[in-house]
């Protein structure tokens, strides 16, 4: 076994290059050994610290988070105290348990607060605190059997999925069997002991078949109301699809809870309790029969009225009402990225970065402060020293000294990094937001972003910087910039052929030699241990600095001779392309904004009809990306599954009533409800977004479900009295409490 490793730097130095005279010449007469490193392409900031290391753990998709993240944290656990050296030690800046904690708390919180809420509304409504207690304990059963169904299913519960449920309408399935039934037992009045208790059985019996029918009719509209959020795409889909399984278990089994556990405790803890209802009920009640008595006499005249008031609000409200994709969750951060003129050294992005820095930290608000400069050594991130990315990780919000929002935190940012750096393009976002951002526009730091589509790069250049003029006129439009392709450094060298021929040299070999001298070239490998390291040579660095002194280095001859480069070639430097996006093959350049307006619709279709004064050449054109396109193509889509939910939701009421009549009645209801949420999203300066249409989603269900009761009690009266106008008082009149009850718990 023959060893001939090198093992030092002397075992390098003392290599034979060649022999002159019959002497060795070693590698240490022409050349200076010394340990090296590979060009630095990143510098990672936190806090105080100015250099240091950072790694980022990506948790695998479809797994789950917890037990990740619990994973993770015993493993940096052992690294800090068995394996790392003395003095270094793995600190986590950002980990998603810190949102999950949250997420929980807000879950609980939700869920706590919806069913007291749900429980003093039903005592207020029925004045029985036992049928109120009962009832509400509905929610918390169908709510932990929901998510034993989804923890067997292996799907993961969210905010959204959980929170986003609405606790009043799921208490509206069991409380307006409970509701009926004391209405029904309290209006037999008392009753003696030897019929007491068949009375009572006929009284629940007769209360569950008055709306039995209705309840389970709820369920199916919701159900089919899903249809929309079951067809959505995208962002939304993540969003959204979690949150309707969860619905639709949780409405399902309450379904079977109602008919079930609820009835039983009827039968067995409230039949002879039933108490006496609050008077200021009845006296509702009575005020509310008054009132709909003075519109029946008036009927021609308060339909018209009513329907020109609901026509002109839905007319007003499409022409004024703002439209947004998804508000925005706030994650209790703030991400910043800068990008600065291509032609800027690490070195200076370093330092201009701390200067960024200290001025973050000083915040009040602030928690820590990491900051990633250039990109990763590995080339995963296809980005240069021009990019400085800064994760603001904020304190909770209870903690903050100042009397400030998060909003008023970011401008107050925003302001103070102009100031710094006004040639700079800044964008702020949060840290999962930018990545949804990133991924709906296609770039980097950009909430949405015109695509300009041609040939020549100085053409898109120049049309770039036009259109962004343009858009920033637009009011809401924040954080404009183009992400520049050309400005980037480069040293070119153009070989002279004829030169180079007459000293017997090809384009090749200069290149080649010149890739050598500059950047270097690895001749061998150092081994050290399980170690290897690169064995490089190249030239001085002093020979690279500058162009004069580039077009000296030496080109070795043929036979033996040297030349200087600038004999066989010309050197000079130039402004070229940093990166060239494509798209489809095609090149673009993007310009990159973000909208303050919560009007997102309204402000990008202003900024379109801006960049359409700009005449692009034959060949070029634009294209829109990011939220707004998501958000088009969300409603473009509702186009077509809400008529398809709302026809087989009129089929279904068509089968309930058997006759068209009642199902136009019906109808009636959800549009109303709709206006209504309209004029509520205008008063509160709202905009319609995909939430609130999700929201209108319940909404329908519950008017068509409050009507469809109205509807099958006035039926069953006019049956047994024949009296068109006593039908409706009485209806009225009964079905006073479960309707306002209905649509305070649902609210």
Not at 273 to 287: N, Q, V, Y
Not at 492 to 511: K, M, Q, T, W, Y
Request: hydrophobic residues 45%; proline residues 4%.
């Amino acid at each position: 076994r023959g060893i001939g490793l090198i093992k030092n730097l002397k075992d390098i130095e003392d290599n034979i290059v060649s022999y002159k005279n019959g002497k060795p010449i070693l590698l240490k007469n022409i050349a200076q050994v010394s340990l090296g490193n590979i060009p630095r392409t990143g510098i990672i900031i936190f806090n105080r610290n100015d250099d240091a290391v950072m790694g980022n753990v990506i948790l695998r998709r479809g797994e789950k988070s917890i037990p990740s993240i619990k994973s993770i944290n015993e493993k940096v656990k052992d690294l800090n105290s068995t394996i790392l050296p003395k003095g270094i030690s793995i600190h986590p800046y950002y980990e998603r348990w810190q949102l999950i904690s949250t997420v929980i708390k807000k879950v609980i919180e939700s869920a706590s607060l919806g069913i007291i809420l749900v429980a003093a509304t039903l005592f207020v409504f029925l004045g029985n605190l036992r049928a109120a207690l009962l009832t509400a304990f509905v929610i918390p059963v169908s709510l932990a059997i929901t998510l034993a169904i989804m923890a067997m299913t292996g799907e993961s519960a969210n905010l959204l999925s959980i929170s986003a449920i609405d606790f009043g309408i799921i208490a509206d399935i069991a409380l307006v069997l409970m509701e009926n039934y004391i209405r029904v037992a309290r209006k037999y009045g008392p009753v003696d002991h030897a019929r007491g208790a068949a009375l009572h059985e006929r009284s629940l019996v007769k209360a569950t078949r008055e709306v039995g029918a209705p309840i389970i009719l709820l369920v199916f509209i919701i159900l089919i109301a899903f249809i929309p959020i079951y067809t959505m795409k995208g962002a939304e889909k993540q969003i959204f699809s979690p949150m309707a399984k969860t619905y639709s278990y949780a409405l399902v089994l309450t379904l079977m809870l109602t008919f079930t556990y609820l009835i039983a405790s009827i039968h067995t803890l409230v039949e002879g309790h039933e108490g006496k209802g609050f008077r200021f009920i009845e006296k509702m009640s009575d005020h509310y029969s008054r009132v709909v008595l003075y519109f029946m006499e008036r009927t021609r005249k308060t339909l018209l009225i009513t329907a020109a008031i609901v026509f002109t609000g839905f007319l007003v409200g499409f022409f004024v009402i703002g439209t947004q994709f998804l508000p925005k969750m706030d994650e209790g951060n703030v991400y910043i990225r800068i990008t600065m003129p291509h032609s800027i050294s690490l070195n200076k992005t370093h330092e201009i970065a701390r200067r960024v820095r200290d001025i973050l930290i000083e915040f009040p608000e602030t928690k820590s402060v990491a900051v990633r400069i250039g990109r990763p050594e590995d080339g995963t991130e296809a980005t240069g020293p021009f990019n400085s990315e800064y994760y603001m990780n904020l304190h909770p919000y209870g903690q903050w000294k100042r009397p400030i929002t998060k909003e008023q935190l970011e401008d107050e940012v925003r302001k103070k990094l102009v100031r710094l750096l006004p040639n700079a393009a800044i964008s702020l976002s949060q840290y999962m937001q930018d990545n949804l951002e990133e991924e709906s526009s296609g770039v980097k730091g950009g909430e949405n972003a015109i695509k300009i589509f041609g040939e020549d790069l100085h053409e898109l250049d120049r049309i770039a910087k036009e259109i962004q003029n343009g858009i920033q006129k637009v009011r809401g439009i924040k954080d404009a910039s183009i992400y520049r392709e050309l400005g980037q450094p480069n040293l070119i060298v153009e070989v002279d052929r004829e030169s180079a021929a007459a000293v017997g040299l090809n384009v090749e070999d200069i290149l080649n030699m010149l890739s050598a001298a500059l950047g270097g070239k690895v001749v061998s490998q150092i081994i050290e241990g399980d170690k290897s390291f690169a064995l490089q040579v190249s030239f001085p660095f002093d020979y690279r600095r500058e162009p004069g002194k580039i077009a000296d280095i030496p080109i070795v001859l043929a036979g033996g001779g040297i030349v200087p480069l600038h004999r066989v070639a010309r050197v000079r430097y130039e402004t070229g392309a940093s990166s060239i996006f494509r798209e489809n093959h095609k090149r673009f350049i993007p310009i990159k904004f973000g909208v303050a307006s919560k009007d997102l619709g309204g402000v990008v279709q202003k900024a379109q009809l801006e960049a359409k004064k700009t005449k692009l050449p034959e060949g070029y054109y634009m294209q829109w990306s990011g939220i707004f396109n998501e958000m088009k193509e969300a409603f473009r889509r509702f186009y077509f599954s809400i008529p398809l939910a709302i026809f087989l939701i009129m089929i279904l009421l068509y089968v309930f009533h058997g006759n068209f009549r009642n199902v136009v009645i019906t109808v009636v209801a959800p549009i109303c409800a709709v206006f209504g949420g309209l004029v509520s999203l205008l008063a509160t300066g709202q905009s319609l977004s995909i939430s609130a249409i999700v929201g209108f989603i319940s909404i329908i269900g519950i008017a068509t479900f409050k009507t469809c009761i109205l509807i099958s009690h006035y039926i069953e009266i006019y049956k047994e009295k024949k009296d068109r106008h006593l039908a409706i008082m009485e209806t009225v009149h009964e079905k006073f409490r479960a309707s306002l009850m209905v649509g305070v718990t649902a609210s």
